[in-house]
């Protein structure tokens, strides 16, 4: 069983940092590329970062390139998301996910298998 739990949300004021943490179980995570998604109350849930296996590749959706750094550390089983000059509209919970069967990387959903529970962000203006 595939476990993932997120930690490092908070209240923020604008202009402020947070670092997000997952860490995923077992012993295959560095075979996966993984990704972190948000939803804000009343909205689709939508991308936000994704990297490789190796932690060599990185995709973001442009509301975010520039701000926030997704990187991972296979040794620990973790990957990080930096946020830096947060801003309101990156209010929601943050969730991160892991693809089932594959390296490959992707901004779509509906194809990571495995979800945390999520963790609230909050930017305050």
């Known amino acids: 069983q595939v476990v993932l739990i997120e930690s490092g949300g908070g209240l923020v004021q604008a202009g402020g940092s947070l670092r997000l943490s997952c860490v995923v179980s077992?012993?295959?995570?560095?075979?996966?590329?993984m990704g972190w998604f948000r939803q804000a109350p009343g909205k689709e849930r939508e991308f936000v970062a994704t990297?490789?296996?190796?932690?060599?590749?990185?995709s973001y959706t442009d509301s975010v390139k520039g701000r926030f750094t997704i990187s991972r550390d296979n040794a620990k089983n973790t990957v990080y998301l930096q946020m830096n000059n947060l801003k309101p509209e990156d209010t929601a919970v943050y969730y991160c996910?892991?693809?089932?069967?594959?390296?490959?990387?992707?901004?779509?959903?509906?194809?990571?298998?495995?979800w945390g529970q999520g963790t609230q962000v909050t930017v305050s203006s």
């Open positions: 996910a892991r693809r089932g069967d594959t390296a490959t990387m992707t901004s779509n959903p509906s194809e990571y298998n495995y």
């Open positions: 077992g012993r295959t995570f560095s075979r996966f590329a």
């Open positions: 990297i490789s296996w190796s932690g060599v590749s990185t």
